[in-house]
């Protein structure tokens, strides 16, 4: 019988990767961490203004103005108030995620079992997952990397090799996935086992029936 997996948390003291796209992205070997694919379409501009201005109003609540496109990152908050942020921010886009909007191409079982069959093809090789879900918009996943291996090249090929197979099989053509997906390295035992429990609840979250997803947990 196989040995049950590990799955370590953040290491201050470890080597770390820090990768400057859109975002900083905290990239960390033997580490799980919590990453989101989505679709293209999967937010309409009109969801992302409608987000974008219940974060700002929660600001102004809280004494803090901000006039700019783009919303703050936590740390240029007051340290009261970016905890709460965060959660606030993140709650909020996951709620509109979970709208499904766009296409939901992956609603249709041989598109998401594309995905799943990408995801399951270099685990335990390259990496190890503890739990995927395909959602009809969006994908999130927990993982964690071997030595030698990232989740940045990873990621790509994720990305790539499923979006060629679905436009094929869906007679269509151009871009997919959004392309950079949302990554966040687990801090501790109880935020895995959080995220663990949040990817197994988000179809009945959705109000997307179980059955109609692909969905897996190494623990299960």
């Known amino acids: 019988m196989p040995e049950p997996r590990k799955f370590g948390a953040f290491d201050r003291d470890a080597d770390l990767e820090v990768r400057q796209r859109d975002l900083p992205r905290w990239f960390q070997a033997g580490v799980a961490i919590f990453i989101t694919f989505r679709t293209i379409d999967s937010m309409p501009r009109d969801v992302v203004s409608g987000w974008h201005a219940d974060i700002k109003r929660w600001l102004k609540e809280n004494g803090i103005q901000c ?10 908050l007051p340290m009261r108030l970016r905890n709460e942020y965060s959660k606030v921010r993140d709650r909020g886009w996951q709620e509109r995620l979970d ?3 766009g296409e939901c191409v992956l609603k249709r079982t041989e598109c998401a079992k594309i995905v799943a069959d990408a995801l399951r093809h270099f685990d335990g090789d390259r990496y190890d997952l503890a739990s995927f879900i395909v959602m009809p918009n969006h994908v999130h996943l927990i993982a964690q990397f071997r030595r030698g291996f990232s989740l940045s090249r ?59 997803i692909a969905y897996y947990n190494v623990f299960e």
């Open 99 to 101: 709208e499904c909007h």
């Open 67 to 76: 006039d700019s496109e783009r919303l703050p990152e936590a740390n240029a």
């Open 154 to 212: 990873q990621s790509e090929s994720w990305l790539r090799f499923s979006a060629t197979r679905i436009n094929r099989l869906s007679n269509r053509a151009g871009a997919f996935w959004q392309a950079e997906p949302f990554d966040h390295l687990i801090r501790s035992e109880a935020q895995f086992w959080y995220l663990m429990n949040y990817i197994r609840d988000n179809p009945g979250n959705a109000g997307v029936k179980m059955d109609d």
